[in-house]
């Protein structure tokens, strides 16, 4: 089955603007995690939400989880030009410990 | 801070060779993945590895695959027989235990099958 998949795949805006992207998944979850990619580089962790969490908080970063709709957002507040990366959420569908599942991604694009 | 690092940064092989890709976890990490992100698509779980076993592996992880932590330090994947679509990005992961939920990636490795 299909797990964290994002919309919108794309997603172009100013700089100083906020930029939200949401990711839809089917089954039961552990967690959810938002990883950051840039062009051609490696993943780099921003934030785990727990499935008994509603939302959380780090620095420009907001993240909510809606388990009845098996649904997250991301959002980034002021964006800057060095946000510019694909986001992808990724869901631990068993335990701790087991296989991320990752959806395809959405690709943002901040402009100064 | 601790990183996990992976080497080479890139390789390119000619099909039908074999390929060993090296990650060096996080110290004191006992959790270790494979993943692949073969280009402009999702990143793909292939297999897990703790106390010297598979603990887990995806249907891409067939016989031409295999894992191995030879030294106690680095982790490392081999594929024996590469073909055109292993072309692809591989990416470590680690973490420190099960309890810990937060998998830590490499770099990556980009592999081209010519």
């Known amino acids: 089955s299909q797990q964290g998949e994002e919309d919108p795949q794309a997603l172009s805006i100013q700089e100083g603007e906020n930029a939200t992207m949401n990711c839809s998944y089917k089954?039961?979850?552990?967690?959810l995690q938002w990883y950051r990619q840039n062009s051609g580089r490696g993943l780099v962790h921003l934030i785990l939400i727990r499935s008994n969490e509603r939302e959380k908080h780090s620095g420009r970063l907001r993240v909510t989880l809606d388990t009845s709709k098996k649904s997250s957002s991301l959002l980034i507040t002021a964006s800057r030009a060095a946000d510019t990366a694909s986001y992808f959420c990724?869901?631990?569908?068993?335990?701790?410990?087991?296989?991320?599942?990752f959806g395809k991604g959405t690709t943002l694009s901040v402009s100064s | 801070e601790p990183e996990v690092t992976q080497t080479p940064s890139h390789q390119v092989t000619q099909m039908g060779q074999e390929v060993i890709l090296r990650c060096v976890p996080i110290s004191n990490h006992l959790y270790f993945y494979w993943y692949r992100q073969i280009l402009g698509q999702k990143v793909e779980f292939l297999v897990s590895f703790y106390n010297n076993e598979i603990s887990e592996k995806s249907e891409i992880f067939d016989d031409q695959f295999s894992v191995e932590r030879p030294d106690g330090s680095n982790f490392t994947l081999k594929i024996r027989s590469t073909k055109l679509e292993d072309s692809a990005m591989y990416f470590c992961?680690?973490?420190?235990?099960?309890?810990?939920?937060?998998?830590?990636f490499g770099p990556g490795t980009r592999l081209l099958v010519l």
């Open positions: 089954t039961s979850i552990n967690n």
């Open positions: 990724a869901t631990d569908a068993r335990q701790a410990g087991t296989a991320l599942i």
């Open positions: 992961a680690t973490i420190l235990a099960a309890y810990q939920e937060t998998q830590y």
